[in-house]
């Protein structure tokens, strides 16, 4: 069932608040309207890319109805705070997140998101955690943000790798649903992440070249961190 269809069979609707991540797909914020209740945007922690448990706290009103956590890039959010949060608020949790892989096809993903980890410099690596199933590898960028990731994701592409902006725009700056709302973890993600290619496929030979041309502009850039 569509979030929008659950959002109401659980009853939320008109005058209702949902809780949502800005970072990430429109279609998120895009089913709460559909519902009839207004998405709020909360702020993502910078290591897992969801919703972070205290900033849906921050977030939360007396008109809060539910919250839809989205899990991302193949890294859970910590739903067991969340749930806690719900209960403690009244709140309806719902959970989203991408198909799920054969297991042999994460293992494959895993052993080359370990083969980066080992070999990347000047960028920064994923923080692999509990059941990180790397649906997308995806690396910080240091320097000045948005300008700096863009300039090395096309030398990248120039160098035959193919990588990916996993969030061009934040949905909080989206002309549909511009809200006036700080949101500096879901703001530096935006600016800084690139998803480099883990597929199950890769031969060791295009992960050698992934890694060999992240490292020679790597030394460009001045470390954020």
Do not use: W
Request: a positive charge; one cysteine or more; charged letters at 25%.
């Amino acid at each position: 069932m569509g979030t929008a269809a659950l959002l109401r069979a659980a009853g939320v609707g008109v005058g209702d608040e949902v809780v949502v991540p800005a970072f990430g797909n429109v279609e998120v914020a895009e089913a709460v309207a559909l519902a009839g209740a207004l998405p709020v945007f909360a702020d993502i922690d910078p290591v897992t890319y969801c919703l972070a448990p205290e900033a849906v706290e921050a977030a939360v009103t007396p008109r809060t109805a539910a919250v839809v956590v989205v899990h991302r890039f193949g890294r859970r959010a910590d739903i067991g705070r969340l749930h806690a949060l719900g209960r403690r608020h009244g709140l309806l949790v719902l959970e989203r997140g991408e198909t799920e892989a054969p297991y042999d096809e994460i293992a494959r993903r895993r052993q080359r998101a370990a083969y980066l980890d080992a070999r990347l410099k000047g960028v920064r690596t994923p923080d692999g955690g509990d059941g990180h199933t790397y649906q997308q590898y995806v690396v910080r960028v240091p320097g000045n943000g948005r300008p700096d990731r863009d300039a090395f994701a096309r030398a990248l592409r120039a160098r035959g790798v193919e990588c990916r902006v996993p969030v061009k725009t934040p949905v909080h700056r989206l002309p549909a649903f511009r809200r006036c709302v700080s949101l500096p973890e879901t703001e530096r993600a935006a600016g800084e992440t690139l998803a480099l290619p883990v597929d199950a496929a890769l031969t060791k030979r295009d992960m050698q070249r992934t890694a060999a041309a992240c490292n020679a502009l790597g030394g460009l850039l001045q470390p954020a961190f």
